[in-house]
């Protein structure tokens, strides 16, 4: 059922102001709006909502993650915009910040301000070229969420009308 459908993204802050110059600014993406409930992106074509909240408790573990093809060049740039790497006990770590997973994706984890962590991922094994054939979101680039919501529309009539 719900396959098809485009994919909405949320992470937490308490600070939106904090949170917006770093999505747009540090990562990047495409700022889309701002209301008293949540800063949205455009994070390449999966709309992300950075929902404001009183109180913040970070997860333990990888709330949003991107799929990059040149994960060193990804975490260099990263670092010129102060972004720091996160470390962990126990995992073999570059210089870099970067794991090597036992099937060849390699990893960096890094947090936004509200201390929530994101990631990269430069998958091994020519995945990043398959998930490019197989239409995946990160590796496809797609239209903004509101130019597909008209195309949506239009192919939903389509359907009804054949019928």
Same mark, same amino acid.
């Given at each position: 059922?719900?396959g ?15 949170a917006k110059?770093?999505y747009? +600014?540090?990562?990047?993406l495409r700022?889309?709006?701002e209301?008293p409930? @949540?800063?949205?992106? #455009?994070?390449? =074509?999966t709309? &992300?909502r950075v ?6 408790r970070p997860?333990?573990y ?7 093809p ?5 975490a260099?740039?990263?670092a010129g915009?102060g ?5 962990f ?5 570059d +210089? ?6 036992p099937?060849?994706?390699?990893? @960096?984890?890094?947090? #936004?301000?509200? =201390?929530?962590? &994101?990631?990269?991922?430069e ?8 998930a ?9 680039p797609?239209?903004?969420p509101?130019a597909?919501?008209?195309k949506t529309?239009?192919a ?8």
């Amino acid at each position: 059922m719900l396959g098809p459908r485009d994919l909405m993204a949320f992470v937490a802050t308490a600070n939106p102001a904090r949170a917006k110059s770093f999505y747009a +600014d540090t990562l990047g993406l495409r700022f889309v709006s701002e209301d008293p409930f @949540a800063v949205v992106f #455009d994070a390449g =074509g999966t709309m &992300l909502r950075v929902a404001v909240v009183q109180e913040l408790r970070p997860a333990a573990y990888t709330v949003l993650g991107w799929i990059v093809p040149d994960i060193a060049g990804a975490a260099r740039a990263l670092a010129g915009k102060g972004v720091t790497f996160r470390r962990f006990e126990g995992m073999s770590q570059d +210089d870099q910040g970067i794991w090597s997973s036992p099937n060849g994706a390699r990893i @960096a984890w890094f947090a #936004d301000p509200d =201390g929530n962590t &994101l990631s990269l991922t430069e998958f091994g094994g020519g995945r990043n070229k398959a998930a490019k054939r197989s239409g995946s979101k990160s590796a496809k680039p797609r239209k903004p969420p509101t130019a597909r919501a008209g195309k949506t529309a239009r192919a939903g009539k389509k359907k009804k009308s054949r019928r």
